[in-house]
């Protein structure tokens, strides 16, 4: 089962109608799960009624701590498990890992308070790739798995995939507040792989 715990503010980095299609493209269930404040009580609570339902454990793609074990805590007295087998590897490993298996992922979000807006314009609707990766960590030496909230992106193929997700790409455009890039993308749709 894929969850995604969200909060009110609706998803700009990662679009809701997207993480559908993936669910989809996977063939498992999916389901959201609304967080409100007491974040830690909400997730506590979220997480037991998880477990009751069978879930043995949670598994994320995190690579660092950069919530001070917020999830560590989450999950402790929980029977629960926190599963993270990319956590503390060296970012080039992750990378090696990645790219033989020609996952399609494009970069969704840039921090501008992580890079310029130069850079963030031409980083933003980018595949991730060996070229991707060479060049932010030579260019901007920034992480290169945007660990520190430096980018995020989404996946359109991969190989558990039983489709692919087609996008209508539109391009980058600056938040409200000046304080990312969110590369918009429309007309989200399901097709055959070729």
């Known amino acids: 089962m894929l969850v995604t715990f969200h909060g009110d503010a609706p998803f700009l980095a990662h679009p809701r109608d997207l ?3 993936q669910a989809k493209a ?6 959201f799960i609304h967080i409100k404040a007491p974040f830690m009580e909400s997730y506590r609570t979220s997480i037991m009624n998880l477990s009751s339902e069978g879930i043995q454990g949670i598994f994320t793609g995190d690579i660092l701590d950069v919530c001070s074990s917020f999830l560590d805590r989450v999950v402790e007295g929980t029977p629960v498990e926190l599963l993270r087998p990319l956590y503390f590897l060296p970012r080039k490993e992750v990378i090696d890992l990645l790219l033989p298996f020609q ?3 494009v970069i969704t979000c840039c921090s501008l ?3 310029s807006l130069e850079y963030g314009m031409e ?3 980018k595949r991730l790739n060996k070229e991707f990766f060479d060049k932010l960590v030579k260019d901007e030496k920034l992480d290169s798995c945007g660990e520190n909230g ?6 359109l193929d991969a190989p558990l995939f039983k489709k692919r997700i087609e996008v209508k790409e539109v391009g980058p455009r600056v938040s409200d507040g000046g304080k990312f890039i969110f590369y918009d993308m429309k007309d989200y749709r399901l097709v055959e792989k070729n």
């Open 19 to 21: 993480i559908i299609l």
């Open 26 to 31: 996977l063939e498992i269930e999916h389901r």
């Open 103 to 105: 996952f399609d992922i």
């Open 113 to 115: 308070t992580q890079m």
């Open 123 to 125: 980083l933003a609707g």
């Open 150 to 155: 430096e980018y995020h992106s989404m996946v």
